[in-house]
């Protein structure tokens, strides 16, 4: 019988901590919810009026403006309710919280972004057979709107420029003014020159526009709710820092993901020597110290090992293995696996001491 210990208590009554995850990743530190939620309601107004614009002027341009600044809403309704979600516990239902919610509108909103689009390319091929008349004063009219209610949330927005979430939403808010511009431009020609084609050729850029901003929310969302290893986070080298720490002899059964957008989550068995829980809870907060300030993984879950002979690995638990050394010192890996793979069949269970 192997000689194994697993020190889970200790594990969890250090590193399972939720209070972390919430206290450092709150997206919208320091920008009050009055402030986020007067920015979406004035974006709705923008909307609005581009859309009834669209209508009397039989602009497809604005139609597709307006397309533009539903990613606005979306933008700043994410940072609305991030500063919502983080008043709202976990439960015994959802021990996670609510965050995902979040990325499942990112998700949704992505993809009927995507469906508008394709809508106003399909609209824009068939005025170019059809070409109708279009109402210019209407469209500056329509724009200028636009243009002055987002320049007021753009600067707004601005004086939290600390805080990433919205700061993106600024961008998005100043993107739909050059757009809004650009829809002033195309009314003054059609104006002058009567070229009507211009609207459905701007329309289409607009619609490339929304398509290539969507894509990454896409993205985002789908390796999320996937549970992807996060973007930036390398798990060769996050092991490698692991073994660093001392007292670490080898990591397995690593699982790295994201609970939502720049919340990230870890678990993973870790092999130490044959220490009492007072004598590995220094290595255990070596370990959190490491993982917070090199990775921003606050919400991790650890489980120490011990090690004398045998296997270390369960069957078909994954990346068994995460070290070059690791067939050499406790595994029994073969020659040709890889360090990171799906790992081979251990012929020898993971028991515990009784």
Known sequence: MSSIHSHTASAHNN?????????????????????????????ILILAAELIGGFLANSLALFSDAGHVVTDLFALGLAWFATVQAERPANARRTFGYHRVGILAALANAITLILISVGICWEAIQRFQHPEPIQPLIMFFSASIGIAINLFIGFGLRKEEHNINVRAAALHVFGDV?????????????????????????SIVISLLIVVSSWPI???????????TPKGIALPQLVADMKHVDG???????????????????????????LPPSGSSPILQNLKNMLHERYHIDHTTIQFECCTQG???EENEL????????????????????????????ETPHKAVR
Not at 218 to 228: F, K, P
Request: glycine share 8%; charged share 20%.
């Open 178 to 202: 050059g757009v809004s511009v650009g829809v002033i431009i195309a009314g003054v020609i059609i104006l002058l020159t009567k070229w009507t084609p211009l609207d459905p050729i701007l």
């Open 319 to 346: 990346y068994c293995c995460m070290g070059a050394n690791a067939k050499e010192d406790v595994c029994g890996c073969d020659d040709d696996a890889a360090v990171i793979d799906i790992p081979k069949r251990v």
């Open 248 to 274: 670490v002899k080898e990591v397995h059964d690593l699982h790295v993901w994201s609970i939502t957008s720049g919340m990230y989550a870890l678990s993973c068995h870790v092999l130490i020597d044959d």
């Open 218 to 228: 896409l993205r985002e969302a789908a390796d999320i709710l996937l549970e992807s």
């Open 311 to 313: 296997a270390c690995c």
């Open 15 to 43: 590193v399972h901590n939720h209070a972390h995850g919430h206290a450092g990743h709150d997206h919208t530190h320091g920008m009050a919810k009055q402030t986020l939620r007067i920015a979406f309601l004035l974006t």
